[in-house]
């Protein structure tokens, strides 16, 4: 007799958790994913991985060269605390963590940073956003649970 994974063409090996990616943005819902990334993580013995993604700001004015770099430093410098933080945060559960700070369209660099690291499920805090936002605009959660090859959770 055949189980409903296997009639289902699905693998019936345990799944291995070896990789987990939490995608941090300093809200307290990330703080969250990253909580619960290292109690998962820490009984499996999986390595943790947090990513920041500092956002690429596009300049309204026809003269890019003449732009300011201060916001994009100001950013920068956001970020680096946030990791930082999110990193108190493991060390206070007992987790060590790789910490990565990337740049670009946020949902994207979270997919191509866990095929690039092999991730095996990737946990993103998500602030409940609904109404007009979420039917246009959309989150970055949800458009990482509908592009990532690998399972997302999210946190709230």
């Known amino acids: 007799m055949m189980s409903n994974d296997d009639e289902l ?9 070896k990789n987990i990616l939490v995608a941090v943005d300093g809200s307290e819902y990330s703080y969250k994913a990253v909580r619960y990334a290292c109690l ?3 009984s499996i013995g999986a390595e943790i991985i947090l990513l920041h993604v500092v956002p690429m700001l ?4 026809p003269y890019h060269d003449t732009v300011s770099d201060q916001p994009f430093l100001a950013l920068q410098k956001v970020g680096e605390d946030i990791l930082a933080r999110a990193k108190e945060l493991a060390r ?5 963590v790789i910490d990565l700070l990337s740049h670009g369209d946020p949902a994207n660099r979270i997919i191509e940073v866990a095929e690039e690291r092999r991730v095996d499920l990737i946990l993103v805090g998500s ?8 039917v246009f605009v959309g989150t970055i959660s949800d458009k990482v649970a509908k592009s990532a090859s690998c399972p997302v959770m999210i946190v709230r």
């Open 9 to 17: 063409g699905m693998d019936t090996e345990p799944v291995q958790l």
């Open 127 to 134: 602030r409940g956003v609904s109404g007009i936002r979420r």
């Open 40 to 42: 998962l993580g820490s």
């Open 92 to 96: 206070s559960y007992g987790c060590e």
């Open 58 to 61: 596009v300049s309204a004015t």
